[in-house]
């Protein structure tokens, strides 16, 4: 009866066009044979697609073509996709980011999308990794470069008291599976957002702004210091001269950290990966020195 | 993962991770070729030959995504324009190290035309290189091809001033 709603009521292209504003909620093969015939092809919406304006939406790590804002593909239909057309009908006339709703797939509690949607505020359930919301939103920090390192260890852990795998025994096979997806999803987010290189990448790739992983340079002058430096640390002798050269190293480090915090706030781009390549070489070389010590 | 495992190859020998490469090939599925592994534990080539010697072609090259940096010298006689002996410093994973090697290996006796054409796709074939390795073959082509640039620009600049040495004694007789 509801199909019939749906149907007469509004045409299946604007319902599609529409919902691709509404965030997926991941869940477990759950496919209704009601479902398939309705929408066919299957589709599915992706919450990372709102967020970016790629013409490809990453789900898990693979990326997949969307058309036109929607991605259609994958073999397996989701039942809260089902529940959001026939209970949200109304949020699909008034949509903006703000009124973006998430259900609960537990309680059927409905959340705003902006709110840190990783325990239902209702029942406590836990709910499935939705992989629009960035680390920065996860560990509850500003989205900048300079963030303040300290708060996020305090942060970490309070999401880990939540989302522990080894608290949720009790739960259901699929309450236990998404604690375990969420814990290692802010075991990524803490350590990326820790340590100052992968922070830069990552926020840079938050921009769209992806780190060539095979190019090759042949810049003079930064090559000839770093092999100076590498030589130097391979030649020294002593703990004393091997913490000198790290003193010298945790300098640069700090100076390119500036630097590239500088040029991403002026969208400088060129300028924040060349900082990046710097902090990269510098932080390999204090790696082979730490292996010395 | 073996970029734990990258070390510095100078003249004087190895330190103990040799069998650190090793364990790891065997370990996991993902291995290290033979070949590989021989170039790390018996290095050919390693060292450094004086850069401002005029028959002297330095290529330094770097891989900033993974911190690689490699540099490949080439000693060339003059007269017959043949590579007479080549040398690297490679610091970075194995790969990088082994490729740098083979192209050392590769270049001596050959004529600095002749090098240009040796492509990465050739070196990762004999160190049978994975696919998330083939950056490091590239890095050896450009070390390659970067030393004889450098060669070759010597060669121009002293020829330019070679000419303007005759010039000027005939201005002054």
């Known amino acids: 009866m509801w199909k019939k709603k749906l149907y007469s009521s ?18 477990p093969n759950s496919v209704s044979h009601k479902n398939i015939t309705l929408l066919d092809p299957l589709l599915q919406t992706s919450a990372s697609f709102s967020s970016s304006s790629s013409p490809f939406v990453e789900i898990e790590g693979v990326s997949f073509p969307t058309v036109g804002g929607i991605f259609f593909g994958g073999p397996t239909f989701h039942r809260e996709n089902v529940n959001l057309f026939t209970k949200k009908k109304n949020s699909f006339c008034s949509e903006s980011k703000s009124a973006e709703k998430l259900q609960c797939w537990n309680c059927d509690a409905t959340a705003d999308g902006t709110t840190l949607f990783l325990v239902c505020q209702s029942c406590r359930s836990i709910q499935a990794v939705n992989h629009s919301i960035d680390y920065f939103q996860i560990l509850g920090v500003e989205r900048k470069y300079n963030i303040e390192v300290e708060k996020l ?52 790739k938050l921009e769209n702004v992806v780190v060539d992983e095979e190019e090759r340079i042949t810049d003079p002058e930064l090559l000839a210091e770093i092999m100076e430096l590498r030589e130097a640390v391979e030649e020294a002798e002593g703990n004393q001269a091997l913490n000198q050269i790290k003193a010298q190293i945790q300098d640069k480090m700090q100076y390119w950290c500036k630097s590239f ?28 020195i730490i292996k010395k010590l | 993962m073996l970029r734990h495992a990258s070390k510095m190859i100078l003249g004087q020998g190895l330190r103990s991770p ?8 065997a370990g996991t599925p993902r291995m290290y070729h033979e070949r590989v592994v021989d170039h790390y534990n018996n290095p050919r080539n390693v060292g ?12 330094l090259v770097g891989a900033p995504a993974c911190g690689d940096v490699m540099k490949l010298q080439i000693r060339v006689d003059d007269d017959t324009g043949k590579i007479v002996d080549a040398c690297f410093k490679t610091f970075g994973c194995g790969s990088a190290i082994a490729s740098s090697s083979v192209a050392t290996e590769w270049v001596k006796g050959k004529q600095t035309e002749e090098v240009l054409t040796i492509k990465n796709t050739e ?51």
Request: glycine fraction near 2%; aromatic fraction near 6%; include cysteine.
């Open chain 1, 153 to 204: 260890e305090g942060k970490y852990k309070n999401w880990q008291k939540k989302l522990h795998p080894d608290l949720v025994h009790s739960k259901s096979q699929r309450e236990r599976e998404y604690a375990a997806e969420q814990s290692a999803r802010v075991i990524n987010a803490y350590r990326t957002l820790t340590d100052p290189l992968s922070r830069a990448i990552y926020i840079l």
């Open chain 1, 10 to 27: 509004t045409p299946l292209l604007t319902i599609l066009l529409r919902t691709s504003k509404i965030p997926k909620i991941h869940s």
């Open chain 2, 123 to 173: 070196i990762a074939k004999h160190l049978s290189l994975p696919p998330v390795k083939l950056h490091c073959s590239m890095l050896a082509e450009d070390a390659i091809k970067a030393a004889v640039k450098d060669y070759e620009s010597k060669r121009a600049k002293s020829n330019a001033s070679e000419e303007a040495a005759p010039v000027e004694k005939a201005a002054d007789a």
């Open chain 1, 261 to 288: 915090e500088d040029a991403f706030l002026n969208k400088k781009y060129e300028d924040a990966i060349a900082s990046i390549q710097r902090m990269t070489y510098y932080k390999r070389a204090n790696e082979e």
């Open chain 2, 48 to 59: 450094s030959f004086d850069k401002n010697d005029p028959n002297v072609g330095t290529g």
């Open chain 2, 18 to 25: 040799p069998t650190r490469a090793v364990a790891v090939g």
